[in-house]
């Protein structure tokens, strides 16, 4: 897998401007601290995944072979679906995907994962 900026540092994570440990909220949106909001008819039907955020990870395009880096900003299952919510490092674009597109790196300024 390729990894465009790979030798490139890592920033530091950010220390607002995501959503850890609940649901995110339209208010959350308005407030640019969350990247989706699960809901059905009025209501907030996401659940927090259980996983660390904000932290370091490559998003993977499995058909292209080519990895994003990006930093998690938010994680929720809502309709039986993982989703994490991202920033892409770079190019500061938001984006949502499935956790399975998801290569996980932790906290700690990170090294990237074996080709």
């Known amino acids: ?6 030798s490139r540092p890592w920033p530091a994570l950010p220390t607002h ?3 850890t440990g609940r649901a995110a909220t339209q208010q959350d949106m308005a407030d640019g601290d969350a990247v989706f909001v699960a809901e059905v008819a009025g209501q907030i039907v996401g659940e927090p995944l259980d996983i660390t955020v904000p932290q370091y990870a490559i998003h993977i395009d499995h058909e ?3 990895g994003k880096r990006v930093i998690v900003l938010q994680a929720e299952r809502a309709g039986g679906i993982d989703m994490i919510g991202y920033v892409e490092l770079g190019t500061n674009t938001y984006g949502v995907g499935t956790a399975a597109e998801f290569e996980l790196l932790g906290t700690a300024p990170a090294t990237e994962p074996a080709s």
Request: aromatic fraction near 8%; glycine fraction near 16%; avoid cysteine.
């Open 1 to 6: 897998m390729s990894v465009p900026d790979s």
């Open 17 to 19: 401007g995501f959503v």
């Open 64 to 66: 292209a072979g080519v």
